[in-house]
């Protein structure tokens, strides 16, 4: 008898998935540079043009004074944030308590809760990141959250 193992689908913009089906679709698609699971759905981003990529550069100019005059503040740019069951964010840029705050690293490597301030770019991600991700992140408890 020959067992065939199940194919991994690639992840498609509007997937609805759990966490763990996200997380072991992106994973099967190391050429993917960003992909986001907000409210259960998959996002994912397009080529980055001028208009997100300058903001962007800004953003983490602006914060980087700050993290270094810190300590105990770590800064982090477009780094996973499993927030919960249903949410596993890309933010642009955050923030977080190292010790004492929100969130925790894991063993695998991601930032696990909601860490202390988000930023977001939303040149071309508006309509999700005012609405599902403000909502994600509000229930999660993010204490500031800039778009």
């Known amino acids: 008898m020959t067992v065939t193992m199940p194919k991994i689908l690639p992840l498609e913009n509007g997937d609805c998935l759990t966490r763990a089906e996200f997380e072991q679709r992106y994973e099967a698609m190391p050429h993917l540079k960003k992909a986001e699971l907000i409210e259960g759905v998959v996002y994912m981003g397009s080529p980055v043009r001028v208009i997100h990529g300058r903001p962007h550069a800004r953003i983490m100019a602006w914060l980087s ?75 999660n408890q993010v204490q500031e959250y800039l778009v």
């Not at 105990?72 to 964010?89: A, F, S, W």
């Not at 925790?104 to 977001?120: K, L, P, Q, W």
């Not at 770019?121 to 403000?134: E, F, G, M, N, P």
């Open 65 to 139: 004074p700050y993290w270094i005059a810190t300590p105990g503040v770590d800064l982090m740019d477009n780094t996973t944030v499993r927030l919960d069951p249903d949410n596993e964010p890309q933010p642009d840029a955050l923030l977080r308590i190292e010790v004492g705050g929100q969130s925790t690293i894991s063993e695998d490597g991601y930032v696990e809760g909601a860490t202390e301030f988000i930023a977001e770019i939303a040149a071309s991600s508006a309509s999700y990141d005012l609405r599902d991700k403000l909502r994600a992140y509000r229930r």
